[in-house]
């Protein structure tokens, strides 16, 4: 549990813009997050910034110039039985000098909720970013000094107004209105400050149709970037702002969607567009970074090469390279010298462990549906039917694919044989596969996860007397369903911060901005009949632990806790652990820690795996 649970040791990674520093973002043993800089030349880490545990602590830190970064803070607070997240925004220099946290002074006044958002980065002006200024009606946009705090309106607070996006030059061109259930992205067609703004798009926030996302703009200030529907799957398409808004599609994949972009470099320039099959890939638009890739995947056979950023004159690049049994590690590649030096492995922690290696597999559904699924068996084990634990992911517009998981590797290392499957109401493969969704199509999803289930027993994988079922936000709460479902397939099942009524899941959404469209999504009424485990506590049939975090922002705290006092009643056996300083993640690793520990001992209690 220890090894498994222990926070990497590297994260959040950036290049400095001269290439002879490499920030990161690295937690301490009391849990705190501190930010570490390393000198690339003399290898040594200075920590220059750090959090507090219980209050704010380091979200994510970059390079406003190659002396200075920018880190963000994030807390979340508790009003009653309601948690929502705070933001500041503190500037720092590379060695730990001079630290200063921004705006919140000038915006003392008024609740200003979310402090860190950047809109551009002004690689050409050492000293100041735009940053969105929040105020009680809306947001603009100012230009903001680094090192005093000094702020100039660059465009003044509109209503309702929630996103800015600039071109990367300096130049806000896109904002996004949301008021009365409607959205509304506006847009100035010139790269120009004195260019007026027009209407680009307008949608209700229930439309679940309605597939325009965008993203940015190209190095062509005139192209906006943006996702949208392509033959039933997301792609990503250009708009040319200059010739009447044309659009075009810059890359689509003919059997799943484009899953994001990579964006990085002075103007942070749109490098690639990437996309999973059962592991990750790259469209490259940038053959210098191509290249780059190319050439370090020729010397780490058969792992996965991430190009994480480079420095603003393209001498120096950060890797990483890991794969599903290997956690990976960083990298500073000098393209000049051709030389590659390490940084950090990720999970030190994990120094001789052998990793049980993912395995793709598909078994088909009850209506004759093949489903995408993986499977990790424990390592050096026999070839005899094991205890069995059955994983659903969590989203549930989300998918597994091969890549180190540590969840499913404390399991394997624990004896067990681990299923993933990608069920229907999965994001990734298209609209057709996602269908309503995971919750309004709860029978559908349930159905094909205990098809899996049946799957390992009848080849064999699973002792049919020894399997749990085990999931994460949405998963926990199909794990919850498939275990209501299928009782006999089952001998306890775990949730970790898990859905457990729907319903209220969509109510209570409707208080946050964007609500609407997560309550559409959910469902409600005669969509959800018998879709709600905290209704059916009654039927339950194997004992239940349940996990979550009470400042959890994505499922309440209140849903497990509700969940237990029911289950209760029915005198049906549960446990509810609660976690007071975390968030949906459960970051902290002596939670996760704890967490593992408490999961092995529940299913060793009933699986007896060794």
Request: proline letters at 5%; charged letters at 25%; glycine letters at 10%.
């Amino acid at each position: 549990a220890r090894a498994f649970g222990t926070a990497p040791a590297i994260w959040g990674a950036r290049l400095s813009p001269d290439g002879q520093k490499v920030s990161f973002l690295h937690m301490a043993d009391n849990g705190v997050v501190a930010l570490v800089v390393l000198d690339a030349v003399t290898g040594k880490p200075r920590a220059a910034l750090a959090g507090e545990f219980e209050r704010f602590q380091i979200s994510w830190c970059d390079w406003a110039n190659e002396e200075r970064l920018l880190c963000g803070f994030r807390m979340v607070q508790l009003e009653g039985s309601v948690a929502y997240a705070l933001t500041r925004l503190v500037a720092v220099d590379h060695d730990g000098s001079d630290p200063r946290e921004l705006m919140s002074r000038r915006l003392r006044y008024t609740f200003a909720q979310l402090q860190d958002n950047v809109v551009d980065w002004l690689p050409d002006d050492r000293e100041h970013v735009l940053v969105e200024v929040p105020s009680g009606e809306g947001t603009g946009v100012s230009r903001l000094n680094i090192y005093d705090g000094d702020m100039t309106v660059v465009e003044r607070v509109r209503g309702s107004t929630r996103t800015w996006l600039s071109d990367g030059h300096g130049v806000p061109r896109l904002y996004q209105v949301i008021l009365n259930n409607r959205e509304r992205w506006s847009v100035r067609e010139q790269p120009s400050h004195d260019a007026e703004w027009s209407e680009l798009h307008e949608s209700t926030l229930d439309d679940l149709s309605d597939s325009f996302s965008p993203i940015g703009f190209a190095e062509n200030r005139n192209e906006l970037l943006y996702y949208s529907e392509h033959e039933g799957r997301t792609a990503l398409f250009a708009l040319d702002l200059a010739n009447g808004r044309q659009s075009r599609v810059v890359f689509s994949h003919p059997t799943v969607d484009v899953g994001g972009v990579l964006a990085f470099g002075k103007f942070r320039r749109l490098v690639a567009a990437s996309y999973i099959t059962d592991r990750p890939h790259l469209e490259f638009f940038d053959r210098r970074v191509a290249d780059v890739h190319r050439r370090v995947s020729q010397k780490f056979a058969g792992k996965q090469v991430a190009v994480l950023d480079e420095d603003f004159s393209q001498n120096f690049y950060l890797i990483h390279v890991g794969n599903d049994v290997d956690t990976g590690a960083y990298y500073r590649l000098d393209v000049a010298k051709s030389q590659l030096n390490p940084i950090s492995p990720v999970y030190p922690s994990l120094n001789g462990l052998e990793l049980s290696p993912m395995r793709e597999v598909r078994y088909t559904a009850a209506d004759g549906t093949e489903i995408p699924a993986y499977l990790t068996l424990p390592a050096g084990g026999d070839s005899g039917p094991k205890p069995a634990i059955v994983l659903p992911h969590g989203g549930p517009q989300s998918r597994d694919y091969v890549s180190y998981d540590f969840v499913v590797q404390f399991l394997a290392a624990n004896g067990y044989a681990v299923l993933q499957s990608n069920f229907r109401g999965s994001g990734g493969y298209g609209n057709e596969w996602r269908g309503a969704g995971g919750f309004k199509d709860w029978r559908v999803a349930v159905g094909d996860i205990n098809d899996g289930a049946e799957y390992l027993v009848r080849n064999g994988v699973a002792d049919p007397d020894r399997m749990c079922v085990v999931g994460w936000s949405y998963g926990g709460y199909a794990a919850l369903m498939s275990s209501l479902e299928r009782p006999e397939l089952y001998r306890c099942v775990v949730s970790i911060a898990g859905v457990t009524d729907p319903v209220a899941l969509g109510f209570n959404a409707r208080n946050f901005v964007g609500g609407r469209a997560a309550q559409a999504f959910i469902g409600a009424g005669n969509e959800l009949v018998g879709a709600v485990p905290s209704e059916r506590a009654d039927e339950f049939a194997v004992p239940v632990l349940l996990f979550h975090a009470r400042r959890d922002l994505n499922v309440p705290f209140a849903q497990s806790q509700t969940f237990a006092r029911n289950l209760e009643r029915a005198r049906k056996p549960v446990q509810l652990i609660e976690y007071e300083f975390a968030d949906h993640d459960i970051e902290p690793e002596q939670y996760r820690v704890d967490m593992l520990s408490r999961i092995g001992g529940f299913l060793e209690e009933h699986l007896r795996a060794r």
